[in-house]
């Protein structure tokens, strides 16, 4: 893992300092909120409906055990002993008082991390595959452009100011974990014909209230392309992208309005004028950051006690089904957590969780922790020799729900419960529909099935790209939600069709649940997914399960 | 035809601790809505609305928000601000948690 260098260590020392002064003197009056409020944005820190909220930064959603067990620490002292996951691998904290931000800060800065940069119209934490490093169909771990991203997009003064946010996310691997194609850039890496990697460099994809699939702007991107080119992105959309309207201010809309081939020429002129300007040294640090991420010493050892424990305990046998997946080292098996317990706030973990996810880290992890963007903690470099140890740690904390995948492991934003954009509350649904399907045991004969749930047009909950979204809206004052189906956010991204009317509070969870045990009817076989059928069959079989006739005749 | 006024309360987001705060007829902030000004003539919430926002460093963000009459004083009627009464959904947190420990 990449540590802090001395500069690192400075440069947000003193952003800490810098803020400590702000705080000050917001608090004694001298600076207004107007003043203020771009200063604690730069900072992470926004005010929500019931409190101050911290949004920390977990670059490329990579964490070790130290700054896992300072995420509890910090939960515990100046919040209320929990931490939420976000669906850009950040952490929020939702009840920091103003006094004790600077605070807060300077913890992070001690185990190297910060908040700058999680707010306001720059370049955002760069995301990434939370299975980098680790995947068996990865090409390269993408870390290490992530990495040299993040330090590149850190205070880059000319992109302080951008027309709105601006979000990158790195893959290295075939198939997409990182919804590359709905971020302002994503990164593929691929091989040449030559056999060398490089990038397949997508622009303008985005959720929000104008979902886009993201284009191709270059097929194949030499790696030491890639800063010079991402800065000749950010650079023509930084002068092109619209400042009249923040609704249409995404480099999303840029490339809509101007064209996939417009962009494309300004942006071939601006990398071909900056190019020389990067003499080398972009890519002497990319050396010394691959140096940092190489993999961990993997051991050879025998995988016999994790096969008798299969056999041996079924509740094991079931979240080693899904929990698991695929590693590329011999014997080792990426371990997902889910925290997403039946009934429980998805994406939410308790200090004393953390603690255990850090130690389990550090015994038996390589020192590794990954937040996803599906609000999972990840331990990527598990010997299968370690695992039932490990889940019997996780059961004993309570992390151990087997249902990674599976239509309990919903992402839902914080909603109208915390955020102050919401137009309706996302966290309820997702708990009540979990816990009916818990119910009704029959997740693991639906299969791979994701909802996503948002509470506003903002998307933060990805209900676009969800097989199942769920965007929830204030219809003349009461609570509403509209389904839309079909959406997928891997290699294949598609935007969901939304079905029809949309349902009350009341409605919802009842509808989902029609929808799914509809779907186990209408599938081929077992094997064929929900978004396989709805890719064989079209909305209408699900239109008439979602709005049976009588509903209609009873309407009317 | 204008729309004819709907009764108001002056709320906000209290500097130091980030919750909602509402504006009471004696000038200060309450944390319990049935305590706050209950304001019926457009011409006086406008007023109000500017003497709150000038109160900039104990305050941040102060609007207008609708409110009815109840029988303990003035109650939300939208649900977002119903919300702000109370808390989160999902936690004994916020202001249902903090009444609970004064009763």
């Known amino acids: 893992m990449y540590t802090y260098t001395d500069f690192d260590e400075a440069f947000v020392r003193t952003r800490v300092a810098q803020f400590r002064g702000q705080v000050a003197r917001r608090i004694d009056g001298s600076l207004t909120e107007d003043e203020f409020k771009p200063l604690r944005l730069m900072n992470g820190l926004y005010l929500q409906l019931h409190a101050y909220m911290l949004r920390v930064a977990v670059p490329y959603g990579t964490l070790n055990p130290a700054q896992m067990r300072q995420l509890a620490y910090i939960a515990d002292r100046w919040d209320k002993g929990y931490g939420h996951f976000t669906t850009r691998q ?6 920091p008082k103003l006094r004790d931000v600077p605070d807060m800060l300077d ?10 940069q999680t707010s ?12 980098a490093g680790a995947a068996a169909d990865e090409i390269e771990d993408p870390r290490a452009i992530a990495e040299l991203l993040r330090q590149w997009s850190t205070d880059h003064p000319e992109f302080q100011f951008l027309p709105r946010k601006f979000k990158i996310a790195v893959t290295g691997a075939a198939h997409d974990r990182a919804v590359t194609k ?6 593929r890496m691929v091989r040449n014909d030559a056999g060398e990697p490089g990038f397949e460099v997508i622009v303008g994809g985005g959720l929000g209230r104008t979902p886009m699939v993201g284009k191709v702007l270059r097929a194949f991107l030499p790696k030491a392309d890639l800063l010079p080119y991402c800065e000749a992105i950010v650079s023509v959309y930084n002068l092109l992208g619209r400042r009249d309207n923040k609704y249409k201010a995404r480099i999303k809309i840029t490339v809509h309005e101007n064209g996939l081939e417009k962009m494309q020429e300004l942006v071939e002129a601006r990398f071909a004028d900056i190019r020389d300007g990067f003499t080398g040294h972009d890519q002497a640090l990319l050396a010394e950051i691959e140096a ?3 993999p961990p010493a993997f051991v050879t050892k025998p995988t016999d006690g994790y096969e008798a424990a299969r056999l041996a305990n079924p509740a094991f046998r079931s979240w080693s089904d899904t929990n698991l997946s695929a590693h590329k080292a011999e014997g080792y098996a990426i371990v997902s957590i889910s925290i997403k317990k039946h009934g429980a706030t998805p994406g939410d973990a308790t200090s004393d969780q953390m603690r255990v996810m850090a130690d389990l880290a550090e015994q038996y992890g390589h020192g590794e922790l990954r937040i996803s963007h599906e609000q999972n903690v990840i331990l990527p470099h598990v010997h299968k020799s370690d695992l039932p140890a490990v889940y019997a740690a996780l059961r004993e904390a309570d992390l151990a729900t087997a249902n990674i995948g599976l239509a309990s492991d919903i992402i839902a934003c914080p909603g109208m419960d ?19 399907f818990d119910e009704l045991k029959i997740e693991h004969e639906i299969g791979q099935l994701k909802i996503k749930i948002s509470g506003c047009i903002n998307a933060c909950g990805h209900h676009h790209v969800g097989h199942i979204g769920i965007l929830g809206l204030d219809r003349a004052g009461v609570e509403n939600y509209q389904i839309t189906l079909g959406g997928d956010g891997t290699e294949t991204t598609t935007i969901g069709e939304r079905a029809g009317p949309g349902f009350s509070a009341d409605e919802i969870v009842p509808a989902i649940e029609r929808l799914v045990t509809g779907y186990l009817s209408l599938r081929q076989d077992a ?18 399960i979602l709005y049976p006739r009588e509903d209609k005749a009873n309407a009317a | 035809m204008p729309r004819s006024f709907t009764p108001k309360v002056v709320t906000a987001n209290a500097l130091l601790e980030g919750d909602a705060v509402w504006l009471t007829e004696a000038d200060t902030w309450t944390r319990d809505i049935r305590e706050a000004e209950y304001i019926t003539d457009e011409a006086h919430a406008d007023i109000r609305l500017l003497e709150a926002q000038a109160r900039k460093h104990e305050i941040a963000g102060a609007y207008l928000a609708e409110a009815t009459a109840g029988a303990k004083g003035p109650e939300p009627t939208h649900f977002r601000e119903a919300f702000r009464t109370r808390g989160p959904s999902n936690y004994n947190h916020g202001k249902q948690a903090e009444t609970q420990s004064r009763t």
């Open chain 1, 90 to 95: 950040n952490i929020q904290y939702n009840w």
């Open chain 1, 107 to 116: 913890a992070l800065a001690d185990v190297g991390m910060h908040a700058i």
């Open chain 1, 120 to 131: 306001g119209n720059t370049i955002r934490n760069v995301t990434a595959d939370h299975f």
């Open chain 1, 182 to 187: 709905a971020h302002d850039i994503g990164l």
């Open chain 1, 292 to 294: 940092a991420f190489a």
């Open chain 1, 418 to 436: 915390y955020c102050a954009l919401a137009t309706a509350r996302s966290i309820p649904i997702a708990q009540e529909i979990a816990t009916r």
């Open chain 1, 527 to 544: 094997d064929e997914t929900f978004l396989q059928a709805y890719r064989r069959l079209g909305m209408e079989p699900f239109k008439a």
